[in-house]
């Protein structure tokens, strides 16, 4: 990943003037295709003289081959090592001498190159952009150096012994679906992969038929498309690239499963319940669920965990939205090795008291309001913006299915709390993976 914060720039974009009206923000969202396939989207936005663009690719580490886990990975590095016109570490450096930001990020579903820059240089950015979607160099020896930092990265996870444990929950809870790995990748792997096999990858996934470029700012629409049909619209169009996951669909769980790691310096204790994919209408619930349980120190798991039962110094939980069906993961942290049946309990209990009754009006009241909070917050940026399209767009199909959130979380009720809860936090679809203090607990 490459990090050039400009941090003046990224304040000066925000404040932003919206399309639309009323309580929540919706920007004016535009969307065309060029003959290739590449989709675009648009938003206008002139209170400050600045534009992100950004390239999402529907390419993750789920589309990765399971004996070349971390090619997805290796891509966020390699798309800054060079092309036929841009020497290696220049499109960071370009980015950065105008005064932007640039930066990417490899998921399970998605590869991401976002640049946000001063608006005159819209069409510089296209040609970049555009220059490492057609032109990207395969030199092995580049692909060798980074593939012995992505290796490193691996290293550094695994000998963590809550990383090994996280890496062993998702194989866990994924047993067919290729969400069993995360984005970092297999050294194993990555060992035998060869610039041929990058290529090939590239070719497939890397094309305008399975991309979105994403453009907001203080640019007029017919910039855009004339940048983006001069630069974008000559790459040739791929086929369909290969989409494993749709042969490896999770089965259901029918029961609960459960396996302890080896020890580490803390205790923790990780749980997971399987979801639906991001485009369901249950995730909006699940999120104010989520929020009640682990949203701050009042929340109740941190209150059950810390202060009533003093069985953890910590407990939360966080909700996987992807594509495809997904994991509401929980987790708990410990000092000494007698806790652990405690906490576990506790935490377990409060899933289950979310089925039992219902949530009061002012747990739901504070979840939903911050829950909307964050979404307005993330809009005090155009790469803020430009994220929740593109995610929109590639997780839920739909690059306008995010407007309606907010609305939609205001709506949420007690008894939608307590229907999910009952439909997705049942034991029966609980994995849990323990890690256990070392003997006498962490000094």
């Known amino acids: 990943m490459r990090c050039l914060w400009t941090f003046a720039l990224v304040c000066f974009a925000a404040a932003p003037a919206w399309a639309g009206g009323g309580a929540f923000p919706r920007p004016e969202i535009r969307e065309w295709s060029l003959g290739n396939g590449l989709g675009v989207i648009y938003v206008p936005l002139h209170r400050a003289p600045v534009v992100t663009v950004q390239v999402w690719y529907h390419a993750g580490s789920k589309d990765e081959r399971r004996d070349r886990r971390g090619s997805a990975h290796m891509f966020e590095h390699i798309m800054f090592k060079g092309t036929r016109h841009v020497p290696p570490e220049e499109h960071a450096r370009h980015v950065d001498r105008v005064g932007g930001d640039v930066n990417a990020f490899t998921s399970q579903d998605v590869t991401a190159f976002h640049d946000t820059v001063p608006r005159q240089y819209l069409d510089f950015m ?39 444990a996280f890496k062993r929950f998702l194989e866990l809870v994924f047993t067919r679906h290729p969400y069993a790995w995360d984005p970092g990748g297999r050294i194993e792997d990555l060992e035998q992969t060869r610039p041929a096999d990058l290529e090939a990858f590239y070719k497939a996934y890397y094309q305008p038929g399975n991309a979105y470029l994403v453009v907001v700012g203080d640019v007029e629409e017919e910039e855009v498309r004339a940048s983006a049909e001069r630069w974008f619209g000559s790459i040739p169009r791929a086929g369909e690239p290969p989409r494993p996951a749709r042969d490896a669909q999770e089965p259901e769980q029918l029961a609960m499963r459960r396996e302890a790691s080896e020890p580490g310096q803390v205790g923790v204790i990780i749980g997971g319940f399987r979801l639906p994919a991001a485009r369901s209408a249950d995730m909006i619930p699940l999120k104010v669920l989520a929020s009640v349980l682990s949203d701050g120190e009042s929340s109740r798991l941190y209150r059950r965990v810390v202060r009533q039962d003093k069985v953890g110094v910590f407990a939360g939980m966080f909700l996987e939205e992807l594509e495809d069906p997904g994991v509401l993961l929980m987790f708990g942290v410990h000092l000494k090795p007698e806790q652990a049946p405690a906490l576990e309990a506790a935490i377990l209990a409060e899933a289950a008291r979310l089925q039992k009754a219902k949530v009061s009006p002012a747990e739901l009241e504070k979840a939903k309001n911050q829950l909307a909070s964050q979404l307005v917050r993330s809009l005090d940026q155009v790469a803020g913006i430009a994220f929740q399209i593109g995610a929109s767009k590639i997780l839920r199909g739909d690059a306008k299915a995010w407007l309606d959130d907010y609305d939609r979380i205001l709506a949420v009720s007690a008894d939608d709390v307590q229907r999910v809860a009952k439909t997705y936090l049942r034991k029966e679809s609980l994995t849990l993976v323990t890690v256990p203090p070392m003997a006498g607990g962490a000094p």
Do not use: C, G, S, W
Not at 138 to 154: A, C, G, H, Q, S
């Open 126 to 164: 296209m040609q970049l952009e555009a220059e490492r979607m057609q032109h990207l160099l395969f030199l092995p020896k580049t692909i060798d150096t980074e593939r012995d930092v992505v290796k490193e990265e691996i290293r550094m996870r695994e000998n963590n012994p809550v990383a090994k």
